[in-house]
């Protein structure tokens, strides 16, 4: 059984993040915390229409409010539970790195095992799905014109990290996105878990000398 994983998933909006995370979250038994879970009580207070540019100082709100929920996440959860967020990260964007590093510092304080995704969609297809009318009962963006520069202009964050995964979901259902990632974090957790044994049999070899002399 996998326990004590944070999934993050990284990809542009419309591209099934949320879709592909509660079916993630069924295979995880864990807990789907949407990035516009965190954004909306924001959101909703400034009659967005899913279309114009909002402001700097309402991404630093939205900030704030992700803060307290990876706080929580980090010092009053169960140590065994599973955690799926999501979010819109971009490559070489201040502001998407800084909202990465704070998803990475809960999971570091929890001690958690961190599997950042990136989710990629080819242009027509993440036009068609930004698209959605159910996209704006979330309060999600609805511009295909934004999705398009989007998609020819900059790149899904690429963090780097030991653990990374892409993913092309252009063609492929959730539950195919999910299974991968599952599989993919089961496979990225054996020799942290092998190397976690390693240390206890050690310090209980450690132990036993200890205790036996005289």
């Not at 700097?56 to 929580?72: C, H, M, N, P, S």
């Not at 704070?102 to 799905?129: I, N, Y």
């Amino acid at each position: 059984m996998v326990e004590n994983v944070f999934v993050l998933l990284l990809g542009f909006p419309g591209v099934g993040k949320l879709t592909i995370a509660r079916e993630l979250g069924t295979a995880l038994s864990g807990q789907v915390i949407d990035n516009h879970w965190i954004n909306n009580p924001i959101l909703a207070l400034l009659a967005d229409d899913g279309r114009r540019t909002l402001p700097d100082a309402v991404w630093e709100q939205t900030a704030k409010v992700r803060q307290d929920v990876l706080d929580t996440v980090a010092t009053l959860c169960p140590p065994a539970a599973n955690f799926i967020f999501t979010n819109s990260g971009i490559q070489g964007d201040a502001r998407s790195l800084a909202s990465y590093q704070q998803m990475k510092d809960a999971s570091d304080r929890r001690g958690a095992h961190f599997v950042p995704v990136r989710l990629l969609c080819e242009e027509a297809e993440l036009v068609r799905r930004v698209m959605s009318p159910t996209r704006r009962d979330r309060l999600k963006s609805i511009d295909p014109e934004a999705a398009r520069h989007r998609s020819r202009t900059v790149a899904v964050l690429d963090p780097k990290h030991p653990n990374s995964l892409t993913i092309d979901v252009t063609a492929i259902c959730a539950a195919e996105a999910a299974t991968r990632i599952h599989e993919h974090s089961r496979t990225a957790l054996t020799p942290l878990k092998h190397a976690r044994e390693a240390q206890e049999n050690r310090s209980k070899t450690s132990f036993v000398l200890d205790v036996s002399v005289p």
